[in-house]
């Protein structure tokens, strides 16, 4: 059985997230990580780094009350996020508790994701999203 390639379908799911309304104005995930410390600062120094994600935000269906390791709550959103950006670029994968903008311009807490990674490459991201 031939090998199947995991790269190409990275790259399918990219363009049809963009194709059905992924890339505007798409998601916009922050992530802080923790500086090391400075003595002239006192304190540590933040490193943030934003990325724009190709990716669509869904209200979770009725009935849907837990997710492996989270519960969902009333307003919760559902995301499927391309492992590739704009430039078709990897993404690197949202973390709890990075923050994300979603188009509906509110910003939501990342609570779980769930990479779907056959092979240990990255085809799409699900996320789910607290505000």
């Known amino acids: 059985m031939a090998d199947f390639d995991y790269i190409a379908t990275r790259e399918d799911a990219r363009q049809i997230l963009l194709e059905f309304g992924g890339a505007e104005p798409g998601l916009l995930f922050t ?10 600062a006192g304190g540590g120094t933040p ?38 950006d704009l430039s078709g ?8 508790p990075d923050t994300c903008l979603a188009s509906d311009g509110h910003t939501y807490t990342v609570e779980n994701v769930k990479a779907l990674a056959p ?5 799409l991201y699900e996320i789910q999203l607290r505000r």
């Open 89 to 96: 670029n990897p993404l690197l994968a949202p973390v709890k």
């Open 47 to 84: 490193t943030t780094t934003t990325m724009a994600a190709i990716g669509v935000t869904f209200a979770y269906s009725n009935g849907a009350t837990t997710r492996e390791g989270s519960l969902i709550q009333q307003g919760d959103l559902q995301a499927f996020v391309a492992a590739l």
């Open 31 to 40: 992530h802080k990580v923790a500086g090391g410390y400075d003595p002239a």
């Open 119 to 123: 092979t240990g490459i990255a085809v």
